[in-house]
């Protein structure tokens, strides 16, 4: 559990990152938590023969709650969103997903950042950030631009950010209605052996705007538009809530792995789909 | 003097002796980040070495290129099996009387297997040097499955096959194919199959019990140093077993024994992994002779979970017989034995199924056969005892898991079942059909006391509501109800059947009183987080009567402690703190001498009394310890020597048989496979209890780490021989989190052989915890037609279970 010889940097802003990201190319790599790098630098499993540190950038530390909009800067710490009140009141299901994630060392540490950007499929934001609707904000040396959590992720690491680019905050519509993020993992600490993230407005008895967004499940987390589609108009009556499953199983594709067969990984997720729903109903 | 006001309560309370809940001594060092591991001993010009290990786990070398990694800065030699061969080092016995390599000699048995071994300036440079040695590996046909293995023409010990094809015999017989390492058998075959061929119910059952890792916090590691000037060798080393290991090292190496010097640290949790030797200790060895420096290596993470000793791995088979009342008849159990690569079991010389014979359990069954047969796979060598004594764990498992399935064939209540069949109290000393003698025990008293303690019979009328709620479709959830009774065969042991590569297994205990009234004892024992500093102590205060905060233990030092045996297998207590006791005695029998000197009187005359010897009748006059502590020094005494020292070297005329009654109550969700532990209750009788807090520590570690065995830890291969569970994100090790809330509880029945009545603890609760929580699972589904499920019963294995029995339909 050594790594290999790296060269590290701490610059002070933006623009000695991006220098340093320009001249060094995909041998760069920035540096938020390191909760996920680190450990797979030990492994060896990545080679980052120029690890640059975003801790003395500043500026991305920042949570701005708005009517409409939120803001999260990419340094912000699970244990941050945690612990700010007014997000919690503003979308309560960033506290419930993040209190899942890992154990209280971990989230002191890990930011919403490097958890959105590193692009593993068993992070817990990428597939919230989804259900949420969130756009992330990159920085290159072309300047910033805005990408929809739900067009970033192509496969495992690989996402729509480019290597000289950095990604420095999370956008997200003020969420609306019902939440629930609901997680079945071995124990603390550990991925999702699936997780479902669901965003449901109700009007009258009726659903009338469902999200749902799964996580561990495949190779990016899923949007399953079909699956919130297939709430819409309902009373989200056992019915519904069984087409949406039918729906998400569709989208999703899982491998097995030491937590499970695939068989088990659809049923579960059918069933903590089931309960993520009839929580976030619940709540509507 | 105060000694003198004091009324006897308090001065039995000063004592802290046996019976009372001292706090750990060893804390205050510990919760400080103070403790010295071995990682923490840093030498002048200390170099670090490290291993290239084989990522296949069966393959050819067909060449070692070192060239690239001696040109990494840093780096100062490399070596191979070639370098240690001029030296008979690259091959090492192994505890159980196999060899096994040290560094690969022409091909490899597991993923993982060292291959080469890196010396250089520090660990980093040394890391280095391992991805610049090139190996060329030609791939073999893997075999994970022991009984393909006794199956498959793949020869994977070539060097225990004659040039002419024959198979010579192992360290324990005759071996049936090439890939098979022993058969052992214990009890009586023919009439086995007789009682259960004639019997009125039979109850058949196949278990895995599967491969898992004691996994202690602190990894594996040591530290050589050479000292070529005036020829010492001292050598650091997470050993469970320091004697033992200087013992071996002078044997192989031709080091003269008074030249070796072996010290073990601070360790940080051992649980068997850290018995036996090492690659790693006869390659710093070497590498410290070699380079004239200091040498580390320590294992990480990984290394320590794939490479280092693994526990379990028996695939049991098993009939039971009884009578159509319940009354069991006979017991026939046969068990394939996955001892991987090499056989670095490490058990007792003439077990080498440890003491798998103990698995007629608690009951009196008059009739039993045990077969083993261990083979040969492409694993990771080892075959510990993972927290418990030699291969108890899996004995206590088969036989509470063929009890359930008893009373299932039988339609029976498996707490009743037990009940009839428990060895009664009258019965002790019993002699059980596998041949041991059984010490002392009141079964039928402790189990009452669970049973009703837990509300047993309310607790199956819950479980019955529950399975109506279930099949109307109200619940998802089942509750569980986990019973198991364990009887625990430790503290190996009399040396006339225990020795290790044939080292007796007495224990040993030396003490010197100061002249002040203070003392240090050192003993052949060592702790690993089991608090001895703080319990021998005690033991010390009850037997000489100077305060237990007045007296230093000390061990791990091979050249200050006496021999001994080493820590492991719940022997501690049993044998070295019988010789404590027995050296205590000798220090309190010229105590009394000087006593009645210097009290004018006869040394009848005088008897103990806490903390002093009084004269008989006359309570007034006495001599305190601390007193006579002093004139043994600093007064001549006609016909005394001076001083007050003693040593007692103790080989237990028996094992001893610790018992207890466990309990657990589980809901399970059906649809996930999620378990939720509601209660557990654990009843411990133990004998004598030294401290009870300590005693309650012990079993809530043991209970966690048979949580984890039962519900998820296993080091799991796929079918090319990679481990699946290298790392802690696969291999479950549990956090307060996943763990339940403990009730404890005990009975008290003294071993009568043991000098102070004591009997082992630390291991009991892994042994009793593990068929507990499995059996609470079991029995969750046992309403819908579950005779049997192997462990770990993790969230998918669950699921399937009730996926099979149609519970998602």
Redesign the interface.
């Known amino acids: 559990?050594?790594p290999?010889?790296f060269e590290y940097y701490r610059p002070k802003d933006m623009a000695g990152v991006l220098s340093i990201l320009e001249e060094h190319g995909d041998d760069a790599r920035v540096m938020a938590g390191g909760h996920s790098l680190i450990p797979m630098m030990k492994l060896?499993m990545a080679d980052v023969p120029h690890l640059i540190d975003l801790q003395d950038v500043g500026g991305m530390s920042d949570i701005a709650v708005t009517a409409d909009s939120i803001r999260i800067g990419a340094m912000v710490t699970q244990h941050d969103i945690i612990d700010h009140d007014g997000l919690a009141s503003a979308a309560p299901i960033l506290r419930e997903a993040a209190l899942q994630i890992a154990?209280p060392q971990v989230r002191y540490m890990g930011t919403v950042g490097g958890n959105v950007a590193n692009g593993d499929p068993g992070n817990d934001m990428p597939g919230l950030m989804q259900c949420l609707d969130a756009a992330f904000t990159v920085v290159g040396a072309e300047g910033e631009r805005d990408i929809p959590a739900r067009d970033f992720y192509e496969a495992a690491y690989m996402t729509a950010r480019e290597d000289e680019e950095v990604l420095t905050a999370v956008m997200i519509p003020a969420p609306q209605g019902g939440y629930a993020y609901e997680k079945?993992k071995?124990?603390?600490?550990?991925?999702a052996?699936a997780a479902a993230a669901v965003q449901i407005v109700k009007d009258g008895g009726s659903c009338v705007s469902a999200s749902i967004a799964m996580t561990n499940l495949s190779d990016t987390p899923i949007y399953s538009e079909d699956a919130g589609a297939a709430l819409v108009g309902t009373s989200v009556d056992d019915a519904a809530i069984k087409a949406a499953i039918a729906a998400m199983l569709g989208d999703i594709d899982p491998t097995e792995d030491?937590?499970?067969?695939v068989?088990?990984k659809k049923?579960?997720a059918g069933?903590?789909l089931r309960r993520a729903i009839e929580r976030a109903w619940s709540r509507a | 003097m105060k000694d003198e006001v004091d009324s006897r309560e308090d001065r039995v309370a000063n004592l802290k002796g046996m019976g009372c809940s001292r706090k750990r001594v060893e804390d205050a060092r510990f919760t400080q980040g103070k403790g010295n591991y071995v990682d923490d001993v840093k030498l002048d010009g200390m170099l670090f070495g490290d291993f290239v290990r084989s990522p296949y786990a069966h393959a050819r070398i067909k060449s070692i290129d070192t060239e690239a990694a001696l040109k990494v800065k840093g780096v100062l030699a490399v070596l191979t099996a070639k370098d240690l061969e001029p030296l008979g080092l690259h091959w090492m016995p192994t505890l159980a009387g196999d060899k096994q390599m040290v560094l690969a000699d022409g091909k490899v048995l597991f993923q993982g297997q060292e291959v080469a071994f890196v010396v250089a300036e520090d660990r980093y440079a040394a890391a280095d040097g391992i991805e610049a040695v090139e190996v060329e590996y030609e791939e073999l046909e893997v075999i994970v499955d022991p009984f393909k293995a006794m199956e498959s023409d793949v020869v994977l010990r070539e060097d225990l096959v004659a040039e002419d094809g024959s198979l010579p015999d192992g360290a324990h017989g005759p071996r049936k194919h090439h890939n098979h390492i022993f058969t052992w058998e214990a009890g009586d075959k023919e009439p086995t199959e007789e009682v259960i061929a004639n019997a009125e119910v039979v109850a058949e059952e196949s278990m895995y019990y599967h491969r898992t890792h004691p996994c202690p916090l602190e990894t594996c590691g040591c530290v050589a140093s050479m000292d070529k000037v005036n020829g010492k060798l001292t050598l650091w080393g997470t050993f469970q077993a320091p004697h033992a290991i200087r013992t071996v090292v002078s044997l192989i190496s031709g080091i003269e024994e008074h030249n070796i010097r072996v010290i073990s640290p601070d360790i940080g949790g051992g649980f068997g992994n850290k018995v036996g030797a090492y690659p790693g200790y006869v390659c710093s060895v070497v590498a410290s002779i070699v380079t004239g420096k200091p040498v580390k290596w320590i294992e990480d993470r990984m290394d320590n979970l794939m490479t280092t000793a693994f526990a379990r791995d028996y695939w049991m088979k098993g009939r039971i017989s009884a009578t159509k009342e319940g009354k069991i008849t006979g017991l026939h159990c046969h068990v394939t034995a996955d001892h991987g690569g090499f056989d670095a079991c490490a058990d007792p010389t003439k077990f080498p199924a440890g003491f798998m014979n103990i698995c007629t359990g608690s009951y009196d069954i008059p009739t039993a056969f045990l077969e083993v047969d261990g083979v040969y796979t492409n694993k990771a060598p080892g075959g510990v005892s993972y927290r418990c004594s030699f291969r108890v764990t899996e004995a206590v498992y088969f036989i509470e898991r063929m009890i359930e399935v008893l009373a299932i064939e039988l339609n029976m209540d498996a707490a009743e079942l037990r009940r009839i069949n428990f060895i009664k109290k009258e019965q002790f000393p019993y002699t059980a059909a596998l041949g041991w003698e059984y010490d002392s025990g009141d079964y039928h008293t402790a189990w009452d006391k669970a049973l009703k303690t837990v509300d047993y019979e309310g607790l199956r009328a819950e479980q019955a509501q529950r399975v109506e709620d279930f099949k109307a479709g109200k619940t998802r959830s089942l509750m569980g109800i986990g019973l198991s009774f364990f009887t625990e065969i430790v503290g190996a042991g009399p040396v006339k059947n225990c020795d290790i590569l044939g080292l007796g297994m007495f224990d040993s205990c030396e003490i010197r009183i100061h002249p002040t009234g203070s003392a240090i004892a050192r003993l052949g024992t060592i702790s690993q987080g089991q608090g001895h500093a703080t319990t021998f102590a005690q033991i010390l205060a009850s037997e000489i009567g100077l305060p237990a905060d007045s007296i230093t233990i000390e061990e791990g030092d091979t050249d200050t402690a006496p021999y001994g045996l080493g820590t492991y297998g719940s022997r501690s207590t049993p044998v070295a703190g019988a010789a404590t006791a027995m050296a205590g005695r000798k220090i309190r029998a010229k105590a009394q001498m000087i006593a009645a000197y210097l009290l004018e009187v006869h040394d009848d005359d005088v008897e103990f009394d806490v903390d002093r010897f009084v004269v008989k009748g006359a309570p007034e006059r006495f001599k305190t310890m601390k007193e006579i502590a002093f004139a043994a020094y600093n007064q001549a005494i006609p016909g005394i020597e001076p001083g007050l020292e003693a040593v007692s070297y103790y080989d237990p005329p028996n094992m001893t048989y610790p018992f207890g009654a466990y309990i657990c109550v589980m809901d399970i969700d059906v649809d996930t496979g999620v378990t939720d532990i509601r209660r557990f209750y654990a009843l411990d009788d133990c004998g004598t209890r030294i401290n009870p807090m300590i005693i309650e520590g012990q079993v809530h570690g043991g209970l966690t780490e048979a949580l984890a065995v039962a519900l998820g830890q296993e080091i799991a291969y796929d079918d090319m021989g990679n481990v699946k569970t290298g790392t802690l994100m696969d291999f479950f090790l549990p956090t307060a989190w996943e763990v339940p809330n403990y009730e404890t509880d005990y009975t008290v029945t003294p071993s009568p052989h043991h000098p102070i009545g004591a009997k082992g603890v630390g291991e009991s609760p892994h042994v009793g915890g593990v068929p507990c929580f499995s059996n609470a699972v079991q029995d969750a589904f046992r309403a819908f037609g579950n005779r049997h499920t192997n462990m770990p019963h993790d969230h998918w294995r669950i699921w399937k279970t009730a996926n099979e029995l149609g519970l998602h339909d």
């Open positions: 559990m050594i290999a010889a060896r154990d079945q071995r124990k603390i600490g550990d991925y052996t030491n937590r499970g067969p068989a088990f049923h579960v069933v903590i």
